[in-house]
């Protein structure tokens, strides 16, 4: 028995010897998930950062930007509309977060050779910036994303040095687009079209100009953008607007598109909205609305079937408001829901995931922008009044195409203004240039109705047109910034302080650096 024993153990250690052997060879590669590369291209990397980008652009659209500049007010849950704003998480996560994988596109593309890459990542990175040093103001920046270098408590930069930043990116970007042959693809877009990825950064350097211009004369550099087209390509006309066309499935499909009707309905037409478009017989409001229930109309009506709502209004006074006084006739059914357009999945048949697109810059803005430039004398290419009947048009035939897209054709009928309406006195370029630029700010305004939380800024910078704090506000002035995110207060407090005892204190109505009076 003991040889038997001594020959089966001798056995099986022979087995273990060769197991083991075996399983040892090529260990590693075994265990590398090849579904989870260690590397990832420009190509895959590039949608993300777009959609994501895009996405929480337009959901700072929904959520404030369209409320605080008065496009939309709230009928319940009304403390956005109220100010009472607390912390902000996003966009600061979304975009530090999405920020590392632009950098992964610079990163890899510039090793590659392929600067058309890394030009649009530029642009990306240039906007993301700007959309928050914004809302927020200092910013870590120099510092920022340099974790694996040791950095884990970065600086809060000026909001100067951060826009020298951005303007160097685009700059840079501009330089960079279209010095290779790469084609970029994953590029949703534009569809690889460079031309187009140029026309964006200049464009973002001239609304970044503009942003400045309280702080720094915009002048030379304007100038030098406008007079040499060739090398400093502008958006030109719709086709060039930076609009991320939504599709009809996930991942691409239109943010808001599967909302919850209850959620979306919490959002109606602003009475300050509604007053401005009837005023000028203006025929957004078609676009921007929609009729009111008790009004029996379907996906138009005339002007007087559409009411709004006050901003600012405590949730009791919203939920049953009424647009006539009489309290039979008060509460949502009497009350616009925003434009079918913008509609939601369950909010309506008619509701499109293809027509609306989400704004990033278009090609009434640049011109609205051209108008203030040449009006102040910060150009001297150009015609005020034609920038600023271009930038009208421009807007009215956007909407007229989208309407179309989304099969709204009964309303993209009606969209075009009658001749009359450029010559009425609100609207016709005259007056003193205080009243000229008055006139240029309101249709801006008008035109960047949905553009992310553009509006409101732009509101900050020039105070066109005149918004008011509601009844209920928590507040009596209009907010100018948002509250770091609480996790920024509490990880990086030393930095965070050093900020806020710069900038002033960490509240909604402290000023950012460019918004001076």
């Given at each position: ?6 020959i089966?153990l ?9 197991v ?19 590397t ?42 109220r ?6 998480t ?13 950098n992964n596109i610079?990163?890899?593309?510039t090793a590659a050779?392929?600067s058309n ?10 906007m993301?910036?700007?959309f ?42 501009n330089?960079l ?18 031309m ?6 200049n464009?973002l ?15 030379a550099?304007?100038?030098a ?8 390509p ?7 607007n ?12 239109h ?32 676009v921007?609305?929609?009729p ?14 559409y ?11 919203a ?7 009489d ?16 509609s939601?999945?369950a909010?309506?048949p ?29 150009i001297?290419?150009?015609?005020t009044e ?13 909407y ?12 993209a009928?009606?969209i ?6 450029y ?28 553009s992310?939380l ?10 066109i ?7 209920a ?8 910034r948002?509250?770091?995110p609480t ?6 407090k ?6 806020v005892?710069?900038?002033?204190a960490?509240?909604?109505t402290?000023?950012v650096?460019?918004d001076?009076?």
């Open positions: 028995m003991n040889t038997i024993n001594r089966i001798t056995g099986l250690v022979l087995l273990n010897t060769l083991f052997s075996s399983c040892d060879e090529g260990f590693e590669e075994v265990n590398r998930n090849p579904n989870s590369p260690e990832v291209s420009s190509a895959l990397l590039l949608p993300h950062v777009i959609r994501n980008a895009s996405n929480e652009i337009v959901g700072k659209s929904w959520g404030i930007g369209n409320v605080v500049v008065q496009y939309s007010a709230k009928i319940q849950f009304t403390n956005e509309d100010y009472n704003w607390g912390p902000q996003n966009p600061y996560n979304v975009f530090y977060n999405t920020m590392r994988d632009v610079i990163t890899l593309s050779g392929q890459y890394v030009g649009a990542a530029l642009v990306i990175k240039a993301m910036y700007a928050m040093t914004d809302a927020y103001g200092d910013l870590p920046y120099t510092e920022a994303l340099q974790a694996k270098e040791g950095v884990n408590y970065p600086k809060f930069d000026l909001q100067e040095v951060i826009y020298q930043g951005i303007l160097a990116d685009l700059t840079q970007a330089q687009l279209g010095s290779t042959t790469e084609n970029m693809e994953g590029d949703i877009l534009f569809q690889g079209n460079v187009k990825w140029k026309k964006m950064a464009s350097r001239l609304r970044a100009l503009m942003r400045l211009s309280k702080r720094q004369d915009p002048s550099a304007m100038q953008i406008v007079s040499n087209p060739t090398a400093s502008l958006i030109a006309s719709n086709a060039d930076a609009a991320l066309q939504h599709l009809q499935d996930v991942p691409n499909q943010a808001l598109f599967t909302t919850r009707s209850g959620s979306y309905d919490e959002y109606r037409l602003s009475t300050r909205l509604e007053g401005v478009l009837k005023a000028y017989n203006d025929p957004r409001l078609f921007y609305a929609q009111t229930t008790a009004s029996g109309k379907g996906l138009i009506g005339s002007p007087s079937d009411s709004g709502v006050p901003n600012g209004l405590a949730d009791q006074d939920v049953g408001y009424s647009p006539t006084g309290p039979t006739k008060g509460g949502s059914n009497f009350i616009s829901r925003i434009g079918m357009l913008f939601c999945l909010c309506s008619n509701a499109s995931p293809i027509g609306f697109q989400t704004m990033l810059i278009s090609y009434s803005e640049v011109q609205f922008i051209l108008a203030e430039a040449r009006e102040r004398g910060y001297t290419v150009g015609d034609t920038y600023y009947r271009n930038g009208i048009q421009a807007s009215f035939d956007y007229e195409s989208r309407l179309r897209v989304a099969n709204l054709g009964v309303i009928n009606a075009q203004p009658d001749p009359a309406y010559t009425q006195s609100d609207v016709a370029l005259t007056g003193s240039t205080q009243e000229r630029l008055v006139k240029i700010g309101t249709q801006k305004w008008l035109a960047l109705f949905f992310g553009e509006g409101w800024y732009d509101w900050r910078r020039t105070g047109p005149t918004i008011m704090p509601g009844p506000a928590f507040f009596d002035v209009v907010p100018t948002f509250i770091y996790s920024v207060q509490a990880l990086n030393d930095n965070y302080q050093e900020a005892s710069r900038q002033g960490d509240v909604i402290t000023k650096w460019w001076v009076d």
